[in-house]
T-cell receptor, first 114, second 108 residues
Framework: GAGVSQSPSNKVTEKGKDVELRCDPI?????LYWYRQRLGQGLEFLIY????????KSGLPSDRFSAERTGESVSTLTIQRTQQEDSAVYLC????????????FGPGTRLTVL | GQSLEQPSEVTAVEGAIVQINCTYQ??????LSWYQQHDGGAPTFLSY????GLEETGRFSSFLSRSDSYGYLLLQELQMKDSASYFC?????????FGTGTRLQVFP
């Protein structure tokens, strides 16, 4: 595709359930980033990948959050035992390489935890 | 700690000029970027400054002073479609640290 895609666009889940969010970066982009954006707030860095390795996981809020990436392609962000405070929009971005100054964002997944 | 401060909201009328300021305090600095985000939309890249001075891209300009840890985004000839949130972001090694965002409302 032409841009970054994310699925699902919306996810409603019950507290305590696990969720998986998917990101398809722009083809050929080696760097992939995950952010969280709470309503009316800025973007909170979670994790980034260079290829399929994650040099910086410092933004993951807790050990309930994990992410993986297959090669230089799809990435999944998994949230286990979801809590209401996990409700937010989860944004994925990609760039040609990590030194690129421009990141291309997907439309996000809006997660609601009831 | 790492922080980027922006005004929470700015209002202006069509055709006017508006400046959105950003001050930052981060452990690393490799450049200052600006992103635009319309309600419900994805952030889109506007500009990037790695060195001091002014960068101009059409109606938008961005300025950086590294000695003052300060930058701004200047929007000229405002249009209704410019109503959106604007985020400054510091590139810290390989990741972006975003500010809290400034909501710009343009009135006719």
């Amino acid at each position: 595709g032409a841009g970054v895609s994310q699925s699902p666009s919306n996810k409603v889940t019950e507290k305590g359930k696990d969720v998986e969010l998917r990101c398809d970066p722009i083809s050929g982009h080696t760097a992939l980033y995950w952010y969280r954006q709470r309503l009316g707030q800025g973007l909170e860095f979670l994790i980034y990948f260079q290829g399929n390795s994650a040099p910086d996981k410092s933004g993951l809020p807790s050990d309930r959050f994990s992410a993986e990436r297959t090669g230089e392609s799809v990435s999944t962000l998994t949230i286990q035992r979801t809590q209401q405070e996990d409700s937010a929009v989860y944004l994925c971005a990609s760039s040609p390489w990590t030194s690129s100054h421009e990141q291309f964002f997907g439309p996000g997944t809006r997660l609601t935890v009831l | 700690g790492q922080s980027l401060e922006q005004p929470s909201e700015v209002t202006a009328v069509e055709g006017a000029i508006v400046q959105i300021n950003c001050t930052y305090q981060t452990s690393g600095f490799y450049g200052l970027s600006w992103y635009q985000q319309h309600d419900g939309g994805a952030p889109t890249f506007l500009s990037y400054n790695a060195l001091d001075g002014l960068e101009e891209t059409g109606r938008f300009s961005s300025f950086l002073s590294r000695s003052d840890s300060y930058g701004y985004l200047l929007l000229q000839e405002l249009q209704m479609k410019d109503s959106a949130s604007y985020f400054c972001a510091v590139k810290d090694t390989d990741k972006l640290i975003f500010g809290t965002g400034t909501r710009l409302q343009v009135f006719p």
